[in-house]
């Protein structure tokens, strides 16, 4: 639809930017704080471990003023369950309560509404040894967690996001360094898709509990949802999209707004001998979910074409650039789309599509927890960072955001990543993302300070204005 006019943002649009504790925090083992999953894994080669990262443990006020300064509505940010519980269950830190209290504070005091992510990539290593998320109490671990959170933070957190991308720990777990195979294990897809059952139960009861708890705040998932294409208009290949997206992103939504696996993903696992076992009361733990938003992260879309069942696309894990599912897509490399320097895909109008798909399925109002550009940053001698680039790619996709809203999508916020500068998944600290750039390398600390980038003065300029002038 081509507009004659644009409608505004809100104008309470929680406008502001992501991270998450084990990226972004460092102090990794400091003030009580057990190791979790992200701790104890071997890092890929040539990329920094994570016990410094950005030292935002240490520099928190630091940068929730330079976000205040840049008028942030909102910041999201994971609390570390080892930071409060440091063996998964147990003893609660008073340590960890008091770190996240004073963030939360730090937040209020400039009128940030704190964002929290309750589960960021970063499984306590002592449940990690308990199988995590293949051990059928990892339920009960999960929602026990969330209640101390509840009880000590609720009283000012307003906005909760259960577990960030679960898509993608299920689809690309290795790649993240999640993956928890029990030794002998013989059917692989059952048993991620009996994890991936945990974590959705888990998910509907925190969010039930959050409701009983807390019956003002506001509580979604926040899965990966990217809108998946078909390679051409070939009916074979509009069937593999339907695929790809059932097994990608709606299994998940439908689950946490719907209570139901999606039909398509079901028969496929049912096809394979993989479906999960539902424990009593499973069935109607997820019907009584009901999230009050949906947050998701997006950076690109994925395009797939009609796999016939005689390709080997075994060894696929990496949702990025998926090779397939035997019998049921084949990855298929978008030509009409630029790249980043890390070989994402870009694609500002997919982030349109990819809402009004979802709002028009789920009617839920929409908050963008994660969207940006990982990069290559120089800093000059006079302590700036020129990143034109990233805010480009940050004038593409608001004005998306924006089309989006005047297309009758209701939207509560943008929060893209990151706020500051961390550590990736599996790039290293060389991959940037930041509106403040922090002075360290991949291996030399240097001195963390903190520099405005570019895109800082001009993110500060969007958000004053809210969101009307998207200039240079
Ligand atoms: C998302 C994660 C984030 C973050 C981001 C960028 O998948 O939720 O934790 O890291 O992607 O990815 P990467 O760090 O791999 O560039």
């Given at each position: ?22 990226q972004?925090?460092g ?16 890092v890929p080669e040539g990329t920094s471990d994570l016990t410094v990262c950005a030292d ?286 890390f ?31 990982g990069?290559y940053d120089t800093l ?41 500068d961390l550590i990736s998944t599996h790039e290293g600290m060389v991959k940037r993302?930041?509106?403040?750039y922090v002075d360290r390398d991949e291996f030399d600390l240097k001195?963390l ?24």
């Open positions: 639809m081509i507009h004659k006019t644009l409608k505004p943002f809100p104008k309470d649009f929680l406008w502001g930017a992501s991270t998450s504790a084990y972004v925090e102090a990794n083992l400091e003030d009580g704080k057990g190791p979790s999953c992200q701790d104890v894994k071997v935002q443990y240490h520099r928190y006020k630091e940068d929730i003023a330079l976000m205040a300064e840049m008028g942030f509505k909102t910041y999201r940010f994971s609390i570390a369950w080892t930071r409060i519980l440091p063996q998964g269950t147990g003893e609660v830190n008073p340590k960890g309560i008091e770190y996240y209290n004073n963030v939360i504070n730090e937040c209020l005091k400039y009128g940030i509404e704190p964002l929290v992510t309750m589960f960021h990539f970063d499984m306590p290593a002592a449940l990690d040894e308990r199988g995590s998320w293949g051990n059928r109490d990892s339920v009960d671990w999960f929602v026990n967690f969330a209640k101390v959170m509840f009880e000590n933070f609720g009283d000012r957190v307003k906005y909760w996001l259960t577990i960030n991308e679960q898509n993608v720990l299920t689809l690309s777990g290795p790649v993240i360094g999640t993956l928890h195979l029990p030794e002998g294990c013989t059917n692989e897809l059952k048993e991620i898709y009996q994890q991936n059952h945990h974590m959705l139960v888990a998910q509907a009861k925190a969010m039930a509990l959050c409701h009983e708890m807390l019956p003002d705040a506001k509580i979604g998932p926040a899965p990966n949802i990217s809108l998946v294409y078909p390679a051409s208009c070939k009916p074979e290949d509009v069937l593999a999209a339907q695929n790809f997206n059932a097994i990608r992103n709606w299994l998940y939504l439908d689950m946490a707004v719907y209570g139901v696996y999606n039909n398509i993903v079901w028969s496929w696992l049912e096809e394979n001998d993989a479906t999960p076992e539902f424990a009593e009361g499973d069935a109607e733990a997820l019907k009584n979910g009901h999230p009050d938003f949906i947050g998701f992260n997006y950076y690109n879309t994925a395009t797939c074409e009609w796999s016939d069942g005689s390709e080997d696309l075994s060894g696929a894990s990496d949702q990025q650039t998926s090779k397939g599912i035997t019998g049921m897509y084949k990855g298929y490399r978008n030509t009409h789309l630029p790249t980043t320097e070989g994402w895909e870009i694609d500002p109008m997919g982030f349109r599509a990819t809402i009004r798909e979802m709002y028009s399925r789920y009617r839920l109002p929409l908050l963008v927890t994660e969207n940006g550009l990069a000059t001698e006079d302590g700036k960072v020129h990143d034109q680039y990233r805010i480009r790619y940050y004038q593409d996709h608001i004005s998306q955001v924006r089309l989006a809203i005047s297309d009758g999508c209701e939207m509560l916020g943008y929060c893209p990543w990151s706020a500051v993302y930041g509106f403040i001195t300070d903190r520099y405005r980038k570019d895109s800082f003065y001009w993110y500060k300029k969007v958000i004053a204005s809210n969101g009307e002038d998207l200039s240079d």
